[in-house]
């Protein structure tokens, strides 16, 4: 029986056993919480879609888990997953790192995209994948993007995009930059063609993604918490920025500032796409 002091506080000897029972347990079975520090078991995370049950902080989550909680089940269908980024400018290393990136993740670009149901309503939907070299924007990404937007105005279907990204692809130079162009100017398209582009922010969506197609959906979802902002807290400290706030540049930051429509949990996305695709398929139910 452990010790309990007068007050609840547990004895030292307590909280010493605590640990080393925590840190008895093999690897791989818990996850311990950056925010609240609670011990969370890796099967309840991921039940809990991989946010802590204590303090609602949202993990990040990999392209694959995404699909799977929003979708409906067994209707995403892959398409232009053979692209993969080539070395332009001859950067050092950059083929071997992508070769890691490619075997760790078992996709060959962060941008993942497809045709889907959610709700019954057809759509393509993008999801970028953070752990493949921190989501960077290459070639490849801008390219995937463009071809999402393709295939929604060819098959009138709306457009869902899960953005993350740490900015442009830097071994990729001017050719990252200009994706922000070349995206940018397909969501266009997109908008002439009369199809609605919902966006879901995700932590983190920085620099040239979120100054780019990130940033001008019709409907701007973001998750809790979620990092989002051209340049991070670190670049505006050392900027000079001051007096921010403590939630500066997060989700419900940016939802009083106007730059997100809605902040909505893990648990609350797919019932909220489900809601606003009802509500523009509605206005464009002849098309689709
Ligand atoms: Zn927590």
Redesign the pocket.
């Known amino acids: 029986m452990a010790h309990i002091g007068w007050f609840g506080r547990k004895s030292k000897s307590a909280r010493k056993i605590a640990r080393q029972s925590v840190d008895a347990l093999p690897d791989g079975l818990w996850t311990k919480?950056p925010?609240?520090n609670?011990i969370l078991f890796n099967r309840e995370l991921e039940k809990n879609l991989r946010v802590?049950s204590?303090?609602n902080?949202h993990f990040r989550y990999r392209a694959s888990e995404r699909i799977a909680a929003t979708v409906d089940e067994g209707s995403f269908e892959e398409f232009a997953d053979d692209l993969k980024s080539a070395n332009p400018l001859g950067f050092p290393d950059y083929e071997t790192k992508l070769e890691a990136d490619v075997a760790k993740t078992g996709i060959r670009d962060p941008m993942v995209i497809g045709r889907a149901r959610i709700g019954s309503c057809p759509v393509v939907i993008g999801v970028a994948d953070f752990a493949f070299r921190g989501a960077s924007m290459g070639g490849v990404y801008g390219e995937k993007v463009v071809r999402a937007v393709e295939t929604a105005i060819e098959e009138r279907r709306p457009l869902i995009m899960f953005c993350a990204s740490g900015g442009a692809r830097m071994q990729e130079g001017i050719l990252s930059l200009m994706q922000m162009a070349k995206t940018s100017a397909a969501i266009a398209r997109l908008h002439d063609a009369g199809l609605p582009y919902i966006v879901v922010l995700t932590d983190p969506t920085t620099a040239g993604v979120h100054a780019s197609f990130a940033s001008i959906g019709d409907v701007i979802i973001a998750e809790p918490g979620a990092l989002i902002g051209f340049a991070g807290e670190r670049v505006a400290q050392q900027a000079g920025v001051v007096n921010r706030p403590p939630n500066f540049q997060r989700s419900e930051f940016q939802l009083d500032n106007g730059m997100v429509d809605i902040v909505a949990t893990r648990k609350e996305l797919r019932q909220t796409l489900i809601k606003l695709l009802e509500f523009c398929t509605g206005e464009v139910a002849d098309v689709i």
């Open positions: 919480c925010k609240c609670e802590c204590k303090c902080y």
